[in-house]
């Protein structure tokens, strides 16, 4: 008897570690599931919002400082590159 004991106290430290009882709540009860859901989509969106525009003003003052030095072919490119994009935001008139 001593062996399943200690089984069932494997398993229930297991089951504890897995937070099986609260997920199985939070299954039994929709709306917080609806909630819970709503909430990490709106930090999912608002997490890739911010990096993406991180990301798009480093590559636009990379691309900027690219130009800068004077690269013969990389550098006409980009600068019609930057200067459509300016142009579009009306940020240049």
Known sequence: MNSLEKKLDQLAAYMEKM???EYIDL?????????????AGISRGFGIA????LLGAIAFIVLQRLVGLDLPLIGDF???LLKYVQ???GLRP
């Open 50 to 53: 911010i990096g993406f525009t």
């Open 27 to 39: 299954l039994h009860n929709p709306k917080r599931l609806i909630w819970v859901n709503f909430i």
């Open 78 to 80: 980009i600068a019609e």
């Open 19 to 21: 937070k099986l009882v």
């Open 87 to 89: 142009e579009s935001k």
